[in-house]
């Protein structure tokens, strides 16, 4: 069936089964990379998006589910203009090889939104169904603090 | 010993790009460059195989695979060290598959001795047999090597470069070349003139290369101090190209079902139901496989597992029992190795306590986040393959083997890895897809593993068996008697990669049993091999991973029978064998505060493993939460010799520690019915945000040669988790996963 998305602030128009997960339309048939493939069963967060600003797991959102805006990391800042959640992760060197990274960018995100100055704790419950195997825990951990803080500043 | 002194003078001159190559020690063929891989375009200088400059700067061709550890940044700041570039200029990309790109260090870590007690003319020695990786094409990352191979190249290549920019602008200026300066990417010439590296990259070319010599550590701007890594804001703006993010024009995707049960080929298939699924171009038959492709991803997953196949049995044992009865009866078998044979472990001192235990490790898949894929266009004459991977040349030449393709015509293009941990030094994935590309001629495909599919098609770390005998006497540790079984992943893997059959003394097979910084007066290990069943590969920290868990532990259980503190107990027999491995313990004393008492509710374990070069010791803190385990604080300290990024070592210790506790508290493969049971994450966890305990590092830097970084941090994990738990519960885990035997939160 023929389907429009609104994605990043443009309009896509794609013809797939209902059934299609998002992920896989917005990477093999939008081109929208950034957003990965890690387990298919929404136990890793690799392919976290938002939709109306509220954090989802694209590979278990079908198509034909989809309403809203979906925001993917594309849509959150490019290497140009970067938010200010990203540029808390440059500052404190986050990425190891990186893979799960635009999933947890997209998930804290999503956190700030909701609660502007999270605690240690906060941030454990938020972010705890996203895995990541380099373990750069500690420094997303730092990093949503500091982006918190950038954030509040602005 | 004059010819020594003369070795050591001409590998310091080594700085001619006509040989940067190569090292220059021993014969002709040892000088002999390998072929310098890159064709330039007009208005471009390659001074070598590494350093490329043309109008919009300088490129880094860094034939190591980034997945994660830095080594791009890291081997940028090398080459800026010697060129006088902001190392954030650099511009680095993946390399070709080229034997110039040989890894020096590997090899070395072949070479007999336990590696610690290795003296300077060893180490050089060691780079003298590194050269033999030339000759077997070895481009890998892996092994913890890529500083101690890239250290001396990287720096020779940038200051090589250096020197032939200044030679052009010395030609173009009438002015003699010792009278030019260089910084931030410009030569300096008398009077204030100025001139770019961009500008003067075609003359470069032109002129001879030039030898340098390389600056004393006194000079360094950027080695031993942080640099920004060069790959951050690709990977937090999602525009770092992993391997699942190529795209090539016209490209189609395909997904795959292999027999699960390992080496067993394929009866038939029904794809009917398949064929008319939405988004479906193609079945594919694979011979022992099938595949589909089509549209997208996730529609040729849906099709191919529609398919209905009929697989062959296994012919090996099919239960986890099984196959540890098999790994058992290696012990009936003579040894494979003997590498450490102090003193008599046959009688029992007299007066000595004697201690026997028996520990268990299971298989472990890697489990990268990027799953396993490539990408691969074939067009009858040539193949293009575009692929994560840890060993381009490996990928060439496997491919070329399968297509009939001589290796020239296969172009190997390296993505980012997501996650490498040794999964990604294997050819399979990479040849799945050739060998779909070769039904779909003329079509680039790119084939993407499930997750599923991932985790019941890994090259496992083997399930090992640590039979140990030890004795204490008076407070001291007088015996230790070891016996290793398991698959070898020397045998197994490195012959694979090379293609080569592997036989005697399989060194690799005992790291971290043998050769451990341990003054123990009566100490033997014996290595013995179990027969090839699942699949088994280099897993991060490779035989390490197990041996580790045996040695240590066994220390703890002397400690313990010998009534003394386990951190004490291991200092003194540490700092009787090798003073860097004292240090570390020391330094983890003293960060945890260890005072050998704890709280009730609070346990705390220690751990020291030498591998890969690096002593790194641990500290473990868990606690009671009304029954359930914590594990609430680590401290690790390593002594890497000289480090060339502290801030990324540190990194690289502290995923090493997170990588050898999940497998520690979850990490489990097991078999039925000759197929893996694990499918995805939630039978096979890793350590989250939450469960992940609060880590300090201490980076030392006081041995003499360097140490690796990526592989040393997560054999001791395990230990000292378990260590800790005997400290809280009283219970002594002898076997792995520790969720068998203890809830964690």
């Not at chain 2, 003067?200 to 070319?205: D, S, V």
């Not at chain 2, 001629?441 to 991932?454: A, F, I, N």
């Not at chain 2, 992943?489 to 399989?506: F, K």
């Not at chain 2, 469960?691 to 054999?715: D, F, I, R, Y």
Request: glycine share 10%.
């Amino acid at each position: 069936m023929s389907k429009t998305l609104r994605i990043n602030g443009k309009t896509h128009q794609v013809d797939l089964p209902d059934d299609v997960p998002l992920l896989w339309v917005l990477r093999d048939e939008i081109g929208l990379t950034g957003t990965k493939f890690g387990c298919g069963v929404a136990a890793c967060g690799a392919c976290t998006v938002q939709v109306d600003g509220e954090a989802m797991r694209s590979c278990q959102l079908s198509l034909g589910d989809v309403e809203g805006e979906v925001t993917t990391i594309e849509g959150l800042g490019t290497p140009d203009n970067l938010a200010k959640i990203q540029a808390a992760w440059v500052e404190h060197q986050v990425a190891q090889c990186g893979y799960c990274q635009s999933g947890q960018i997209m998930q804290a995100a999503s956190l700030l939104a909701e609660n502007p100055a999270p605690s240690d704790a906060d941030i454990d419950d938020a972010m705890q169904g996203n895995l990541c195997r380099c373990g750069t825990y500690p420094r997303i951990r730092a990093a949503i603090h500091s982006a918190a803080k950038m954030m509040q500043e602005a | 010993m004059a010819s020594l002194k003369k070795i050591a003078r001409r590998s310091f001159l080594v700085g001619s790009a006509a040989i940067l190559g190569g090292v220059a020690f021993g014969t002709y063929k040892y000088h002999q460059p390998a072929p310098n891989p890159l064709e330039p375009g007009e208005g471009k200088a390659v001074l070598n195989p590494f350093v490329f400059v043309d109008q919009s700067g300088v490129t880094l061709i860094a034939p190591r695979a980034e997945m994660g550890q830095g080594v791009h940044s890291s081997w940028a700041a090398l080459i800026a060290e010697e060129l006088d570039v902001d190392p954030a200029q650099v511009t680095v990309i993946h390399g070709p598959a080229a034997k110039a790109y040989y890894n020096s260090a590997m090899m070395a870590e072949a070479l007999p001795g336990r590696g610690y007690n290795a003296s300077d003319f060893q180490h050089s020695l060691g780079q003298v047999v590194g050269n033999f990786s030339k000759f077997l094409d070895l481009q890998v990352t892996g092994g913890s090597s890529s500083m101690k191979d890239g250290f001396t190249r990287m720096r020779l290549a940038g200051a090589s470069a250096r020197e032939t920019l200044k030679e052009a602008a010395a030609q173009r200026l009438g002015v003699a070349r010792a009278l030019l300066e260089t910084r931030d990417g410009q030569v300096l010439a008398p009077g204030g003139v100025t001139l770019s590296y961009a500008d003067l990259a075609t003359e470069a070319a032109t002129v001879d290369p030039q030898e340098a010599e390389l600056r004393p550590a006194a000079q360094w701007k950027y080695i031993g101090k942080p640099v920004p890594r060069i790959d951050m804001l690709a990977k937090v703006t999602g525009t770092a190209g992993f391997g699942v993010d190529t795209r090539i024009d016209g490209m189609k995707f395909a997904a795959i079902k292999q027999n699960p049960h390992f080496g067993a080929g394929m009866r038939s298939f029904d794809a009917s139901a398949a064929k008319d699924m939405a988004g479906v171009e193609e079945v594919i038959d694979l011979g022992d496989a099938v595949a589909v492709v089509g549209s997208n991803t996730w529609l040729a997953q849906q099709a191919v597992d529609a398919i209905e196949v009929d697989w062959e049995p296994t012919a090996q044992p099919e239960t986890t029992d099984a196959i540890f009865a098999e790994i058992e009866a290696a012990f009936d078998d003579v040894p494979n190795s003997t590498m450490r044979d102090d003193g008599d472990v046959d009688s029992l001192p007299e007066g000595a306590e004697l201690i026997e235990a028996e520990y268990r490790l299971p298989y472990l898949a890697h489990a990268t986040m990027e799953p396993m894929n490539a990408t691969a266009l074939y067009t009858g004459d040539a193949l293009q393959i575009w692929a994560p991977n840890q060993g381009p040349t490996i990928v060439q030449k496997s491919a070329a083997a399968l297509t009939g393709l001589d290796a020239e015509a296969v172009t190997v293009n390296t993505t980012y890895l997501g996650g490498g941990f040794g999964r990604r030094i294997e050819v399979d994935y990479c040849n799945r897809a050739v060998q779909i590309a070769q039904q779909m001629k003329g079509t680039p495909v790119q084939l993407t593993w499930s997750r599923e599919e991932d985790m019941q098609h890994d090259y496992y770390r083997p399930g090992a068996i640590g039979r140990y005998r030890a004795a204490v006497k008076d407070g001291k540790a007088v015996m230790v008697h070891g016996k290793i079984a398991a698959q070898s992943t020397t045998q197994e893997g490195a012959g694979r990669m090379l293609g080569l059959p592997m036989s005697g003394p399989d060194k690799g097979h005992v790291d971290a049993a043998f050769n451990q910084p341990l003054a123990i007066p009566n100490f033997r290990v014996e290595g013995y091999i179990a027969k090839p069943m699942i699949p088994v590969g280099f897993w991060r920290s490779v035989a390490a991973s197990f041996n580790g868990f045996f040695s240590d532990s066994i220390v703890d259980e002397m400690a313990h029978k010998a009534g003394r503190d386990p951190l004490e107990f291991r200092l003194e027999l540490a700092r009787a064998e090798w003073e860097p491995a004292a240090k570390v313990l020391e330094t983890v004393r003293d960060m945890s505060g260890w005072s050998g008492k704890t709280p009730e509710g609070i346990g705390r374990g220690v751990a020291l493993v030498y591998s890969f070069g690096t002593p790194v010791a641990q500290v473990i803190e868990v606690a009671d939460r009304d029954g359930d385990i914590a594990i609430t604080k680590a401290w690790t300290a390593a002594d890497l010799g000289l480090v060339v990024d502290p801030q990324n070592t540190e990194a690289q210790l502290f995923s090493g520690l997170a990588y050898g506790l999940s497998a520690a508290c979850f990490g489990e493969i097991t078999f039925d019915g000759g197929a893996v049971e694990q499918e995805n994450f939630p039978d096979y966890d890793a350590m989250r945000m939450p469960s992940m305990p609060a880590v300090e590092v201490a980076v030392l830097q006081q041995q003499k040669h360097m140490g690796g970084a990526g592989e040393p941090g997560t054999p001791p994990a395990a230990p000292a988790l378990a260590n800790a738990l005997f400290d809280l519960t009283g219970k002594r885990a002898r076997e792995l996963p520790l969720n068998k035997h203890f809830s964690f939160l």
